[in-house]
């Protein structure tokens, strides 16, 4: 009979060991640690620590072919997944004797972190093209969106001769142009053009940033401005944020984890989100009001104990500034 005390991890490992699975090599984040604690009270059950998922799965992969009998991986997310790919392809290559070599799913693969995948024709003429294509995925991004862009290019098509000389695209030197002045105010524009011309003219989107504005302004010191993405780096938007900061007394505020950020002499003062939970959760509990531009609401990305998802208070208004807030988008 099942120990009462017995979670749903330990019914797992259990259940494992049961069918013959005695061996598990592991590289567990803070969201295993249950899975971890379970490893310690069943006893029969082999755990190795792998410094890497890479090992994990290589290691995981050997014991099966040697041995003959499954082995368990314990991965960490998606990112450990991800690390551990390669070696699971290993693993899927040694059970598939009769597919090609380099035979895989690689638009499967690519979807995971795209935005844009595509699988290029085999005509040489048409590649030129296709890149534009791949460029212009990236240029024209989204908040929140991948800025990752994949072309599967047949081997025939790198081979063949073109039909005629190659000449560049006409968008290419505007593609450069706009690569090298980050132009976010011409989509920005581009992006109302749109929504006003749905929905005949009716301004919401500027409507709705002078609403943030007024209740940046009106709430000052009481206000935070979490900024990402371009914001963090354009030379423009540093200036502007620098004027709003000096008026307003907002604080401006950047995620934890960040691609790029201009910081020193002449550069916003900006106040980071705390890494753990909780102390984010006390850093935002002295605003009133929270807005984010480039950003998003942040959330606990591990599991730990408190049990907090959202960091930002469910008191403190919560603004997003983008169209995602605005009626009929």
Known sequence: MADTADTG????????????????????????????????????????????????????????????RPACTLLHLGVGLANATANLHNAKRA?????????SDVTGLATFTSKFVKTCDASPDDLASTVVEALLAIRDHCVGESRVATLIIPHDAQRKVLSKAWLPPRITSSLKFDFMRRPRPLIFQTSLSIHNSLFSGNDAVSAHLHQCASKLFSEGARSALVIGGDGLVDEAALLALLEIESISRCALVVENSFARVERGSGRPSWQRIPYFPADARRFFEKFESVMFCGARPPVAMFGYEDGLSDLVPETIDCVEIDTCDVAGM
């Open 9 to 68: 991890a330990c019914a797992i490992i259990r259940t494992l060991h049961a069918a013959g699975v005695d061996t598990i090599f592991a590289n567990p984040g803070t969201t295993e640690m249950v899975l971890v604690d379970a490893l310690d009270r069943v006893r029969q059950m082999r755990a190795v620590l792998c410094l890497h998922e890479t090992v994990c799965s290589g290691a995981a992969d050997g014991f099966g072919r040697m041995s003959g």
């Open 95 to 103: 059970a598939t004797h009769k597919d090609p070599l380099l035979a």
